[in-house]
């Protein structure tokens, strides 16, 4: 019998084997690190690839992932240096660069890094009033990074960014922030409207200039035209007269006929508004003697009707 249970035995003892083989042979995927303990202490650790761990004397002590993290911390409790009480609360984006410092380097490495953030945001703000806190956060997530960053070195870990993810001041501070806002929008407003109405203003007087300045010029060239006009009719006039005189005198008139105009222009004078006229001797005997031509005349034609 013992011989007939030989061989049973010893494919029981194989197959044990193999699946003992078979589970150490381990496969590391992309992006992982296994921390290998052999009796208890750091043996080694293990990078994407296909590995055997010895059965019984070698153990996983830890799965590491070595892509980028990311944790949300809730709101932390800090008072500005004006002392204002706000909640803040942060956004950690950090990576694993030593598996083996990241296993045995804290206890705890997130509940260090939140409490590290807490500690360092307190310090940070502490020195900080509202204003410059609400307007400082890039300076605020710089120098946490900074201060996070050697402080997690130990640990093996990279703190890649710090965000401050929201700040939230009292609700009393909040209403005043806002009727502070609404004053501010009110104010630029105003100015804006007063801009308006100074570069309106501005535009109706330009304007009331250049229409004042196109009328004047108007007038201006109205005037000239009119002095023109009658420049040139006195011209006109002057230019007949000087004709008239040049026939007169080609036509050489006699001293009798240079009376009779003469007459002619006394009788036209006569006609004015003159109250005194004084006729020249020849002038009055060559009257005297038209009168009594005319009156010959008058004789002449009614003397046929007395008959």
């Given amino acids: 019998m013992p011989e007939v249970y030989m061989p049973v035995v010893l494919i029981v003892i194989g197959l044990i084997v193999v699946i003992v083989l078979a589970r150490n042979i381990k496969v590391v995927q992309q992006a992982n690190a296994f921390v290998i303990e052999r009796l208890g202490a750091y043996s080694a650790t293990w990078g994407v690839g296909l590995h055997f ?42 990576e694993i660069t030593d598996p083996k410092m990241y296993t045995y380097g ?3 490495p997130l509940v260090a890094i939140e ?31 900074i201060i996070l ?3 997690t070195d130990p640990w093996g870990i990279k703190i890649n960014r710090v965000e401050l993810k929201n700040i939230l001041p009292p609700k009393e501070i909040q209403n005043a922030m806002e009727r502070q806002m609404k004053a501010e929008r009110e104010r630029r407003e105003a100015i804006l409207k007063a801009e308006g109405e100074k570069r309106s203003a501005i535009l109706v007087a330009e304007g009331e200039k250049e229409a004042a300045i196109l009328r004047a010029d108007a007038q201006k060239q109205s005037q000239i035209l009119q002095a023109e006009g009658e420049a040139e009719a006195i011209l006109k006039v002057q ?13 050489q008139p006699s001293d009798a006929v240079i009376k009779l105009k003469s007459l002619d222009a006394f009788t036209a004078a006569a006609n004015g508004q003159a109250t005194k006229i004084i006729i020249p001797s020849e002038i009055q005997s060559l009257a005297g003697l038209a009168t009594a031509f005319k009156e010959l005349i008058a004789d002449s034609t009614a003397s046929p009707a007395a008959k």
Wanted: glycine share 2%; hydrophobic share 45%.
């Fill in 53 to 94: 761990k010895v059965p019984f004397i070698e153990r996983i002590a830890k799965v590491v992932s070595l892509k980028e993290q990311v944790v949300d911390f809730p709101p932390q409790p800090v008072i500005t240096k004006d002392n204002v009480t706000m909640q803040i609360d942060t956004v950690l984006y950090y």
């Fill in 115 to 145: 409490n590290l953030t807490a500690t360092t945001l307190r310090n940070i703000i502490g020195d900080l009033e509202l204003d410059e806190t609400l307007t400082s956060r890039d300076i605020i997530n710089a120098r946490m990074r």
């Fill in 239 to 251: 230019n007949a007269l000087a004709e008239g005189i040049r026939l007169i005198n080609a036509a």
């Fill in 106 to 108: 804290v206890e705890n």
């Fill in 149 to 151: 960053d050697e402080a």
